[in-house]
């Protein structure tokens, strides 16, 4: 099993150009998720799906968009870089139901912002 | 709201000392508490968590963590620091009262062990 896996592992954006991170996993879980961390902020959580065919916003969710394409994908887009948004971004994903059920994370992707 | 309070964001120990990172938590329920580990340039990786099945916790690679409720305190450790512990490490809770399984994470200790 793969597990959790995001593309691209790096990426470089000038101002105002789109791009689509996306997350796949194995696990046959329910629920995904999308992080952002920045040093000496953790991580903080933009968006969720917490089922297939359901997503909700996070603690940051302004300035991106999310699509849950099937139970395996979930998908995170910038419409419009901007230099705020240079981070390192991971996905995660749990078998959902009880709240004790853990979290399982990918690589993550680093994404600068110029 | 939740929050986590990670006392410390640099902890440095000698090898084979004792490792006590700290965390707090504030929630007017008792959570669900979680302890990560990120390796340099890698994802989070599990470390232990508590489920209120048992106070004190044990995890991998000889780590434990005990829950104080009269404290709010959810503190990591590890009797003898290995080389190899060197990593930034989170505290998160997940509220059972949310829906959605939803992680708040401290800001994070980054610990260093030196030889």
């Known amino acids: 099993n793969a597990g959790v896996t995001q593309t691209p592992k790096f990426q470089v954006l000038k101002t105002g150009q789109s791009m689509t991170l996306q997350c796949a996993q194995d696990m046959n879980h329910n629920s995904m998720y999308w992080y952002r961390q920045d040093p000496g902020m953790g991580l903080r959580l933009i968006y969720y799906?917490?089922?297939?065919?359901?997503?909700d916003k996070g603690e940051v969710p302004n300035g991106y968009n999310v699509s849950r394409l099937n139970k395996r994908e979930f998908s995170l887009r910038l419409e419009s870089a901007a230099p705020s948004q240079t981070s390192v971004y991971f996905c995660?994903?749990?078998?959902?139901?009880?709240?004790?059920?853990?979290?399982?994370f990918g690589p993550g992707t680093r994404l600068t912002v110029l | 709201a939740q929050s986590v309070t990670q006392l410390g964001s640099h902890v440095s120990v000698s090898e084979g000392a004792l490792v006590l990172l700290r965390c707090n938590y504030s929630s007017s329920v008792p959570p669900y508490l979680f302890w990560y580990v990120q390796y340099p340039n890698q994802g989070l990786q599990l470390l232990l968590k508590y489920t209120s099945a048992a106070t004190l916790v044990k995890g991998i690679n000889g780590f434990e963590a005990e829950f104080k409720k009269s404290e709010t305190s959810f503190h990591l450790t590890k009797p003898s620091a290995h080389m190899s512990d060197a990593a930034e490490y989170f505290c998160a809770v997940s509220d059972k009262r949310e829906y959605g399984n939803k992680l708040v994470f401290g800001a994070g200790t980054i610990l260093r062990v030196k030889s």
């Open positions: 799906s917490a089922s297939e065919g359901t997503t």
């Open positions: 995660a994903s749990s078998k959902g139901g009880p709240p004790y059920n853990e979290q399982f």
